[in-house]
């Protein structure tokens, strides 16, 4: 069974910092690029940031360059991102997952990846 768990989220005030991680079991981790997305109330999903495997060639939007770091360990089939200088933009539910085929594709689209973790809450206070 494929299981992604996003963990490490929280309260923090404007400009901290968070750092994210996803434990992922059940599949080839590192044959998969694997994304991070988010979703605020009200609004629509969006992804954050996206690392594949093989070349570890990396995504980030606009909104999120500079700020987010998206990095795995292949060893510990986890996924992180650390966050930085974090807004009150940034509050939503931060959810983990992985490519669907072409498994080790970045990708800025949702519907290319297949797998979704349960989510983690960050929340971010002005």
């Known amino acids: 069974e494929v299981q992604l768990q996003a963990s490490g989220g929280g309260l923090v005030q404007t400009g901290g910092s968070l750092r994210l991680s996803c434990a992922t079991s059940?599949?080839?981790?590192?044959?998969?690029?694997i994304g991070w997305f988010r979703q605020a109330p009200g609004k629509e999903r969006e992804e954050v940031a996206c690392?594949?495997?093989?070349?570890?060639?990396?995504y980030y939007p606009a909104s999120a360059k500079g700020r987010f770091t998206i990095s795995r360990d292949n060893a510990k089939n986890t996924l992180y991102l650390q966050m930085n200088s974090l807004k009150p933009e940034d509050t939503a539910v931060y959810y983990c997952?992985?490519?669907?085929?072409?498994?080790?594709?970045?990708?800025?689209?949702?519907?290319?990846?297949?797998?979704w973790g349960q989510g983690t809450l960050v929340t971010v206070s002005s």
């Open positions: 059940g599949f080839a981790f590192d044959d998969y690029a």
């Open positions: 690392i594949a495997s093989s070349d570890a060639k990396t």
């Open positions: 997952a992985a490519r669907s085929n072409p498994f080790d594709a970045i990708s800025n689209t949702g519907s290319d990846f297949g797998s």
